[in-house]
């Protein structure tokens, strides 16, 4: 597996993943309708692609020639203090081997001036929780919102790890 830059030939694979992540991950949550509603909006092709110019900004996958088994996509402030991590997903067949890591390590090294990394995930994930937690991040705020989103921060300052 390596982590390379998203291309625009990528993104129905990153569609199709996603799509897959999150009925994995939210149906139970939210349900499968809304779960469907959601990734139709939040994750078309077409949405993923204004991704792909983005000033300040790294959108990478997972491949390992044959299956795009994860993405992640972070954009940094004008400043580029502040790195809001956007996405971070693997498919589920691939979870737990290491590739959340790998695209996690990429992203904050890909931001050497940013001092915090924020993000935001349903409080109904606790994979994903354990997850960021994992990655020292700590919940900061929420759930707010109507999918009751935790606010999670890092510190990226030189004393961090």
Known sequence: MFIRTAMAADLPAIHDLLVETWHDA???VFGRDKVTAITGEWHSVT???RRLDRPHSEFIVADDGATI???AFAAAGADGKVLTLHQLYVRPAFQRGGIGGLLMDEILNAFPDAETCILEVAEGNS???AFYQSYDFAVAGGPEGELRHLRMERS???DAD
Do not use: F, K, Q, T
């Open 26 to 28: 939210y149906d139970a």
């Open 47 to 49: 949405a993923l692609r």
């Open 69 to 71: 088994a994860g993405m």
């Open 127 to 129: 994979r994903a929780i």
């Open 156 to 158: 990226l300052g030189v």
